[in-house]
């Protein structure tokens, strides 16, 4: 069993900056894929970014360009760090891995909160 547990969430101002890290409690080696999801208010979740095993990354068209998944294998982390950010990024941030190649996501964090102010 693998938990997540995601940090550095917080309330920014438009434009600014945030690196959220998701801590896994064991190897992330042993999973194919890890990624974000967001979960704001009334919308469904959806797909920020992901990234493989073999170093794929993909990434949601409203946080091209301005947000980037990455992993540190050695401290079981992954991170995504957001630049540029809008209001309508505002949601909560979900970490998830997968051990497959496909199929859905096996294990998921918690969440942290992601505010943006105009």
């Known amino acids: 069993q693998v938990q997540l547990v995601e940090s550095g969430g917080g309330l920014v101002q438009a434009g600014g900056s945030l690196r959220l890290s998701c801590a896994a409690s064991?190897?992330?080696?042993?999973?194919?894929?890890m990624g974000w999801y967001r979960q704001a208010p009334g919308k469904q979740r959806e797909l920020v970014a992901t990234t493989t095993s073999s170093g794929t990354m993909y990434y949601g068209d409203s946080v091209k360009g301005r947000f980037t998944i990455s992993r540190d294998n050695a401290k079981n982390t992954v991170y995504l760090q957001m630049n540029s950010l809008k209001p309508e990024d505002t949601a909560v941030y979900i970490c998830c891995a997968r051990r497959g190649i496909f199929g859905n996501y096996d294990y998921w964090g918690q969440g942290t909160q992601v505010t943006v102010s105009p």
């Open positions: 064991g190897s992330i080696l042993s999973m194919n894929a």
